[in-house]
């Protein structure tokens, strides 16, 4: 039996989504507590739609979640070494326009 289909992958390994002022209270406590508790789940990125902020969460090697890590400078590098990536919080939001 095939574990994906079009819309929906069954054992993520990463999870990102945008939180706006009306979604953000459901996606930063009810929606990330039960993101967390999928077994698979190396990373859970949240990203702010109204301002510069992204909040990463990361399962560690011991497979519990560590304290959440939180970017707000464009310069910020956010790291993902399970992926062997890293970026600056500037690249997610390249195309946003972030009122001060």
Same mark, same amino acid.
């Given at each position: 039996?095939?574990?994906?289909?079009?819309?929906?992958?069954?054992?993520?390994?990463?999870?990102?989504?945008?939180?706006?002022?009306?979604?953000?209270? =459901?996606?930063?406590?009810?929606? %990330?507590? &039960?993101?967390? +508790?999928?077994?698979?789940?190396? @990373?859970?990125?949240?990203? /702010?739609?109204?301002?510069? =902020?992204?909040?990463?969460?990361? %399962?560690? &090697?011991?497979? +519990?979640?560590?304290?959440?890590? @939180?970017?707000?400078?464009? /310069?910020?590098?956010?790291?993902?070494?399970?992926?062997?990536?890293?970026?600056?919080?500037?690249?997610?939001?390249?195309?946003?326009?972030?009122?001060?």
């Amino acid at each position: 039996m095939d574990d994906e289909d079009d819309y929906i992958v069954k054992h993520p390994v990463f999870m990102a989504e945008v939180a706006s002022e009306g979604s953000g209270h =459901l996606d930063r406590v009810r929606k %990330r507590k &039960e993101y967390l +508790r999928i077994d698979s789940l190396w @990373y859970h990125l949240i990203a /702010d739609q109204d301002e510069m =902020l992204l909040e990463l969460h990361v %399962r560690g &090697e011991d497979g +519990r979640w560590e304290p959440p890590q @939180y970017f707000t400078e464009p /310069d910020d590098m956010v790291s993902m070494p399970r992926f062997e990536v890293t970026f600056k919080v500037v690249d997610v939001y390249q195309r946003v326009k972030i009122e001060a």
